[in-house]
């Protein structure tokens, strides 16, 4: 399947059709992210305990941090993630389709599977300059030396 978005992040951010910047805020339950999660971009955002279950997102993150988050079945396409740091958080079945990850971190993450034995998958997604401290799990070995 061929990608809809090029490669180069200058012209992946220009063929997404965003709607919602959201900045500076402070996101503790998975209520508060409504009708968010499609299309937006979060600005210098925390994210932290909560879970977040069976949700697609499609959005772009430039440094926010998710702290203690349980993602469940949760799909991520073709986001893009700038110094982001994701720090405690749990990933059970989670896609992450066509992502970017540019200068992010994953400090004592956990990747297991879902209840139906699904991996996490990180298919046709990039990682350019990225940190992974303590985590176990970790879908493939190479990513863990990055």
């Given at each position: ?14 063929c ?6 959201i ?37 772009i ?11 469940y079945?949760?799909f991520f396409?073709?986001c893009?993630?700038v ?6 958080c ?50 493939w ?6």
């Amino acid at each position: 399947m061929t990608s809809v978005c090029p490669t180069d992040v200058r012209e992946f951010l220009h063929c997404r059709r965003l709607r919602l910047l959201i900045a500076d805020r402070e996101f503790t339950e998975e209520s508060a992210l409504a009708g968010r999660l499609d299309n937006s971009v979060f600005k210098f955002c925390t994210f932290s305990e909560f879970s977040v279950s069976g949700k697609p997102v499609d959005a772009i993150f430039f440094n926010c941090a998710f702290v203690k988050i349980d993602f469940y079945l949760t799909f991520f396409n073709i986001c893009l993630f700038v110094d982001v740091c994701f720090e405690n958080c749990t990933f059970r079945g989670v896609g992450f389709a066509e992502c970017r990850f540019l200068n992010c971190k994953f400090v004592n993450c956990r990747f297991s599977e879902d209840d139906l034995g699904g991996k996490t998958t990180f298919d046709q997604s990039q990682w350019f300059a990225c940190k992974v401290e303590n985590c176990v799990g970790l879908p493939w070995p190479e990513m863990e030396r990055l």
